[in-house]
């Protein structure tokens, strides 16, 4: 159903025609989604994504920004909060355990692995918050196979899983689901793959699909690390994810003048755009990550504004 709804969202979208990048229509969001407890102060929403049963699950650092050095006691309060699609707030957990969190992913048995790029450290939790396996070694940043330098994002094949590693080893690490690992590619200046600053991974159909954001680039990948395609963006891509037969939407964080926002593009399989929406909110919006409900709703990690706004993307902008 999944599936059916966010193509039946495209086919809507494609009616409306193409926009050019600096006309990009203002997108109607929500930011008031989430239900947040009263006397609950939520800092950088930083990823989101959704589980098997249509729950929204939201990464967000508890008061902490990112502030280099970055502290190295663990953050006190939940860090992951899960919600109803009507908003509700149904649990939240993971008070104690992160330190600068950055990715969030859920796996297909419904398991919540967490990037934490202070920890250097890939964690994965059941679904209630249970912390099941730690992968790298702690507070180290190492360029070798099993290590990480800052990693960013996770995703996975039928039985491997994908690191995007991260702000400093710019690779994708592929590990099995016990946490070894099995190979690596896309190390800057290593040719035609070569990631700077690889921000989000995701995986479909066979296709790796990677957020190059320092270069400006979409690229995709077999799930064995050959180079399939190269799509550049006028901004930097600071997530990508798969719709389904060949189409993909991104989001940029910043533009090509390093001013921030939130422009979303809808890709068709051949690399053209299908549309763009600018789906800022009110006042400072960055476009960190985003998720796809199984209604088509987009989910944007905002942690300029610390919320999630939620936006169609088949909807009538006022140009059109």
């Known amino acids: 159903m999944k599936r059916i709804a966010v193509l039946a969202a495209l086919a809507l979208a494609a009616c409306s025609g193409q926009t050019k990048p600096e006309d990009a229509p ?12 009263e006397g609950v102060a939520w800092g ?6 959704t589980d098997s049963h249509g729950h929204i699950f939201v990464l967000q650092r508890a008061g902490r920004d990112w502030k280099e050095p970055f502290p190295s006691n663990p953050i006190d309060d939940p860090v992951v909060f899960m919600f109803a699609r009507n908003g509700k707030l149904l649990g939240r957990w993971g008070a104690g355990e992160t330190v600068m969190p950055h990715g969030l992913s859920i796996d297909d048995t419904d398991n919540i692995w967490i990037t934490d790029v202070q920890r250097e450290q890939v964690l994965r939790f059941s679904h209630d918050g249970t912390l099941e396996m730690t992968m790298g070694a702690r507070g180290r940043s190492d360029d070798v196979p099993d290590h990480f330098g800052r990693p960013t994002d996770v995703a996975f094949g039928r039985d491997t899983v994908f690191v995007a590693d991260g702000y400093a080893n710019s690779r994708i690490a592929v590990f099995d689901r016990q946490g070894n690992f099995l190979s690596q590619w896309g190390h800057e200046g290593s040719g035609a793959g070569g990631l700077a600053v690889p921000h989000s991974v995701a995986v479909k159909d066979g296709k790796v699909y990677v957020a190059d954001r320092e270069n400006r680039r979409i690229k995709i990948f077999s799930e064995g690390g050959r180079l399939l395609e190269t799509y550049n963006t006028p901004g930097y ?22 001013r921030e926002g939130a422009i979303v593009r809808v890709w068709r399989p051949d690399g053209t755009i299908e549309r763009i929406l600018d789906a800022s909110g ?14 088509g709703t987009i989910y944007l990690a905002d942690p300029e504004g610390k919320r999630v706004l939620t936006f169609e993307l088949a909807q009538t902008t006022e140009d059109e």
């Open 26 to 37: 203002r997108a109607e969001v929500d930011g008031n989604w989430a239900e947040i407890p």
């Open 44 to 49: 950088e929403v930083s990823a989101v994504d």
């Open 237 to 258: 891509p600071y997530a990508v994810k798969p719709l389904g037969q060949g189409y993909f939407v991104s989001v940029e964080g910043r533009d090509a003048s390093d």
């Open 282 to 295: 009110e006042g400072p919006t960055k476009g960190h990550d985003l998720a796809i409900g199984g209604d």
